[in-house]
């Protein structure tokens, strides 16, 4: 069953009790106190709050990227948090997309030679990786760019190409970091059009870290974080009128 979204009852992401604290030696910092989280599939969620709230340290913590102290995140079932360094790194690579601020993109190699990538690592064949990831970047409309370097293309289109890799392997989850945080306001109303449209299409569930209302209220539901926990949560409707200051 899915609602007019395209999101299904079904929950893919699910944390309990997560706790996360740094230890600087000198200072402990309780990152995440104990949040709780359910995902369901095909959603857009976006996490908001102010710098230091935790936002960017539950997403590492939900997409295995870092440890956590407590609580329990499952992955369409899989308790990540059991599985070994190597299992997990392959989960990363098969089941998730990932798209940063910084694009992480390697300057040596071409659009298409950082698209295909993930797959290569992987131990896909050299061909098949090309025209998969030829595929992913007409999907983001950026073919006719496929041998350009990371310097020859513009903030926005850097961005498609960080989009083209997360969706290379089709993955069920995408998770975002401020994604539009390094591009100009038409720039990054461009981006968030293409990952609603491809949601749309592709109904893979979305988690995005922001500072923008306006991308938020591009979202099915916020997240609201204040020091380490969620604080509330607030509707597309809701986040609409607040991206256009009612």
Known sequence: MSDAHGVADEVVIE?????KTYDTGLVQVKALRGVNLRVRKGEMVAIMGPSGCGKTTLLNSLSGLDDFDAGTVTISGHDI????????????????GF???????LPVLTAV?????????????PKAAREMALTSLDRVRLRDWANQRPSQLSGGQRQRVTIARALVNRPAIIWADEPTGALDSATATEIMDLIVE???QEHQTCVIV???PKVAARCHRTIQMADGLIVREDSQAEMAAVAAGH
């Open 15 to 19: 944390a309990r009790g997560v706790v």
């Open 81 to 96: 948090a059991r599985m070994p360094d190597d299992r997990k790194t392959e989960f990363r690579a098969k089941d998730m």
């Open 99 to 105: 798209v940063f601020q910084t694009y992480n993109l």
């Open 113 to 125: 030679e950082n698209v295909e990538l993930p797959l290569i690592v992987s131990g896909t064949r």
């Open 198 to 200: 491809l949601n749309e």
């Open 210 to 212: 922001t500072h923008d």
